[in-house]
């Protein structure tokens, strides 16, 4: 089983639609929650960071830690096409020193 | 601010040859890392490096090598190129450790043909 499952979609929603995009993981010593987004022939950026559980929003975007469930979450409200772009999420430990462990990513499209 | 500076953006390499791809990064960042992006497979990890002077292999190192003489530069050597190093190679970097995340290059799209 490997650490960090996502799964890659594609994923096609309407413009304004609410979008769930997930992750799970399997080693409970993660404390350290990211999701990136890459739009295509791009680089990852950074898009939200979460420490330990709970939610964390900025704007149309809301990050949700359950680590009881090992569990995490990113919604976008009212999605727009400017949305649409892979969304990796990523993870750490502690004492994971170098090592950031990323999702496969998921594909989303947001048509007009 | 540049943040991580990749260059060149794409090449087409004939099978045997050679290239490094180069990585700067203006942020006085001390962890700086390579990976290789291919679809449908995630980011794996290449090489790395936590501070000048010092390198470590990460995931995937084979057919590659890496230095670190100075806290801005970390290149990426590929010696021989094979057709299975077609992929897409990013630099990113850190100020310390993971917790905080990365900040990525733009990319480097190769191809070996």
């Known amino acids: 089983q490997k650490e960090v499952e996502q799964d890659p979609g594609p994923l096609s929603v309407p413009e304004g639609a609410i979008v769930s995009l997930n992750c799970t993981y399997s080693n409970s010593a993660f404390q350290y929650f990211m999701w990136y987004r890459q739009y295509s022939r791009k680089g990852p950026e950074l898009l939200m960071y979460t420490y330990s559980s709970g939610n964390k929003e900025d704007g149309r975007f809301t990050a949700q830690v359950d680590k009881s469930s090992k569990y995490i979450s990113l919604f976008i409200r009212d999605s727009q096409p400017s949305d649409s772009a892979t969304y990796l999420c990523?993870?750490?430990?502690?004492?994971?020193?170098?090592?950031?462990?990323f999702g496969k990513g998921t594909s989303l499209l947001v048509t007009p | 601010n540049a943040g991580v500076t990749q260059t060149p953006k794409f090449r087409i390499l004939k099978i045997g040859q050679s290239m490094t791809l180069q990585c700067t990064q203006d942020m006085n960042h001390n962890y700086m890392y390579w990976y290789r992006q291919d679809p449908g497979m995630g980011l794996k990890l290449i090489y790395y490096s936590v501070g000048a002077g010092i390198t470590d292999k990460g995931e995937v190192p084979n057919g590659y090598n890496v230095s670190r003489s100075t806290t801005e530069d970390f290149p990426l050597r590929l010696e021989l190129a094979a057709p299975s190093q077609t992929s897409v190679y990013f630099c990113a970097s850190s100020y310390s450790n993971s917790n905080n995340g990365y900040t990525f290059g733009s990319g480097t799209r190769l191809t070996v043909v």
């Open positions: 990523a993870m750490s430990a502690i004492d994971s020193g170098y090592a950031l462990n």
